[in-house]
């Protein structure tokens, strides 16, 4: 899957203060005296790489190349908070003879060609996203400061990580190989600009926001993406965030330990981490007859990195299985925050099978992520085809309804790809089942048409109102029947329903 899109000015502003050229309201007559104003939007596309105009030479030195790119500093200052300070006061680069453009040295730890499609960004050109490309864009995005870009990539990599979970380890996959450049020590014509090492590299932290949203991601697909070869090649730092989370998505919490073991014996340099990551398994929700026989559970828990923090850990959590209940309270309440959370279960948000093409969704949590935009559901399968449930908390564009959508995953579609689909979707009332609020329709999905239920699905004041029982214990609970979904034909009706539009603000169009 990719996606094309463009910054509509270098900045993302729409109206940048260089790209304006406002007139004087023009004259008035008594019967007209409104004013008007006219206003200029600059197109700067055609400057990209352009030697005319041109007052830098940017030489990228780069992972796996160099070149030389023209650049305009108004463009770059404008589009940059970066280059808005490394280009200004005592690091601006002075002119060369006879007005030849000024060089910058850019070495940078990305790609050439990631390198060169942020520039094109800057120039207001239109882009494409990649799994390959996104990851490298959000980190110069966050380091040269276009706010936009970075927006763009979290929007693109959270629709294409939800449909399949394991995509989360390919983007954390790239070469660690680290650039040589150095902060510039000196003005003239030649300064050199450093972009910080690759942020996948055991030297620098992952990007914060793309770490937060595979741990997410995988959370609420454990079970599924920990069993998946590609498992194995997970990064400690992604392993610790989503260990981390209360709705990790597994029935036992001794399947969290199995994973966790698989994974550190894949790799002999893991054993190092394995204190740190024991800490996060959740050890008094295990079984007694388990934790009596755990230390023949798997060899690396007899090893000198595992023993003693194995043995804290078996030792506080019979203690607190043995505990009267008045003392369990007790236990959680003196015991510091990281301690605690080891004494709370695990509250997964799982869609389980309730019938013959039923499943529900059971959202928990859910004070946690009301604030969320949009939230999706872990994907489930029916009549061969992986679906998964969208859930705007907030509304799709509007704020007086919550609203809810079946959808698909477009990279796993064949060209030409659609099928109708006839479904009833439902907001459980967990009080009264017969105040359940429940709407059916059936639309075309296809390669154009990813999703499709209602925006208006449920009205807020209803939802959240504790007169109702939408929402029980912080939970929230959803359901869909499929009646029947069969080849698809253009031009079909779709009453009741609707698709998503796209996310306001987003200049965008799929391909």
């Known amino acids: 899957m990719s996606l094309v899109f463009s910054s509509s000015t270098p900045s993302g502003d729409p109206d940048p203060e260089w790209a304006r050229a406002i007139t004087p309201p023009r004259a008035t007559t008594p019967s007209s005296s409104v004013p008007e104003r006219a206003r200029l939007t600059l197109d700067v596309r055609h400057l990209f790489n352009e030697e005319a105009l041109s007052d830098i030479i940017l030489r990228l030195q ?15 200052v404008v589009s940059s908070s970066y280059f808005s300070s490394a280009l200004s006061k005592q690091w601006q680069p002075t002119t060369g003879q006879g007005g030849a453009p000024s060089e910058i040295t850019m070495r940078c730890d990305e790609k050439l060609a990631h390198v060169r499609t942020f520039l094109e960004f800057l120039y207001g050109r239109e882009v494409e996203l990649t799994l390959d490309c996104a990851h490298p864009l959000l980190r110069l995005s966050d380091f040269y400061g276009v706010d936009k870009l970075g927006e763009l990539c979290l929007d693109y990599l959270e629709r294409v990580l939800h ?6 380890f390919q983007l954390f996959a ?7 450049g150095g902060v510039p020590d000196g003005m003239g014509a030649d300064v050199a600009l ?3 090492p690759n942020a996948l590299s055991p030297q620098a932290p992952a990007q914060p926001r793309l770490l937060a949203l595979c741990a997410e991601v995988l959370a609420r697909s454990f079970s599924d993406a920990s069993v998946h070869e590609k498992f194995l090649s997970c990064p400690t730092e992604l392993l610790l965030a989503v260990l981390q989370r209360d709705d990790l998505s597994v029935d036992r919490e001794v399947e969290v330990l199995a994973a966790l073991l698989k994974w550190a014996a894949h790799e002999p340099s893991r054993e190092g981490s394995l204190g740190e990551l024991l800490s996060l398994v959740r050890w008094p929700m295990i079984t007694g007859e388990v934790l009596a026989e755990i230390e023949e559970f798997h060899a690396l828990l007899a090893t000198e990195a595992a023993r003693v923090p194995l043995r804290e850990h078996l030792l506080e959590a019979l203690k607190y299985q043995a505990a009267s209940p008045n003392r369990k309270q007790s236990i959680v309440r003196d015991s510091i925050p990281d301690v605690a959370s080891r004494y709370r279960p695990r509250t997964p948000n799982m869609v389980r099978l309730q019938g013959e093409g039923k499943f529900c969704w059971t959202l928990k949590n859910f004070s946690r992520l009301a604030t969320e ?34 959808s698909v995953d477009k990279t796993k579609l064949d060209p030409g790809w659609r099928r109708e689909v006839h479904f009833t979707l439902c907001v459980v009332d ?14 075309e999905l296809s ?14 004041s209803s939802l959240n109102s504790p007169s109702h029982g ?4 912080d939970t929230l609970q959803f359901t869909i029947q499929f009646e029947r979904v069969t080849e698809g034909s253009s031009g079909r009706s779709r009453p009741g329903g609707h698709s998503t539009p796209p996310a306001a603000g987003l200049a965008n169009r799929l391909i």
């Open 163 to 168: 449909p399949e979970p394991t995509r989360c």
């Open 470 to 473: 939408y929402i029980m214990e």
């Open 430 to 443: 967990q009080k009264e089942s017969l105040c359940s609020v429940t709407k059916s329709t059936h639309g």
């Open 373 to 406: 935009e949009r939230i999706y559901s872990p994907p489930f399968t029916f009549s061969g085809i992986a679906f998964m449930l969208l859930f705007f908390p907030r509304g799709n564009q509007q704020r007086e309804y919550a609203s809810l959508y079946v």
């Open 62 to 76: 780069c992972l796996d190349g160099s070149a030389a790119i023209y650049g305009h500093r108004l463009v770059l």
């Open 194 to 196: 450093y972009l910080a």
């Open 174 to 180: 790239e070469p660690n190989v680290l650039g040589t």
């Open 447 to 460: 390669n154009q048409v990813l999703d499709w239920g209602f925006t208006e699905l449920i009205q807020l």
